[in-house]
């Protein structure tokens, strides 16, 4: 690394590093003001950054294709191939994945459900056995207060 630098005084106005000039220079030729670019045969691919479009700038590139590019260059076998897979990244989601979403939700939504009706009975019983009892413990103390005052009454 310390090769690289033109001058061993590191604090040089004029002090250059070999490695950083040759990333510019390549960056000026072949570089891009897109982040994230690809370059491919030394040129910025220029297009939607999916993977079908950069697989196809990559075959394109080819002057003998290789076996995989050749069956994506063949019109015939684009099909048959994205049918089942081979060549085509699909980076989207699938209708499974959204009917699986949906019912995993759904699922959820139906437990939670259920754990909260569960726990507003139980809070309901014990609400309902707190004011039953508060009525009966009213009803026994005004029923011991008439049999006091009848013995009251029938005593004098």
């Not at 072949?30 to 370059?39: A, E, I, K, Q, R």
């Not at 139980?122 to 009966?136: G, L, N």
Request: a negative charge.
């Amino acid at each position: 690394m310390e090769e690289s630098f033109s001058d061993d005084d590191l604090m040089s106005k004029d002090l250059t590093n070999t490695f950083i000039d040759q990333d510019v220079e390549y960056w000026a030729k072949y570089g891009s003001s897109l982040f994230p670019s690809v370059v491919i045969n030394n040129s910025t691919f220029r297009g939607q950054m999916e993977t079908q479009a950069v697989m196809n700038a990559i075959c394109a590139g080819f002057l003998n294709p290789p076996k995989m590019c050749k069956k994506l260059l063949r019109d015939e076998n684009i099909e048959h191939d994205l049918q089942i897979g081979v060549i085509y990244f699909d980076d989207g989601y699938h209708m499974r994945h959204i009917v699986g979403l949906c019912v995993v939700f759904t699922l959820a939504l139906v437990c939670f459900l259920c754990f909260y009706r569960r726990y507003a009975k139980r809070q309901m019983k014990k609400t309902m056995d707190v004011q039953i009892e508060s009525a009966v413990n009213h009803y026994i103390s005004l029923s011991s207060r008439e049999t006091d005052t009848e013995l009251k009454h029938n005593g004098e």
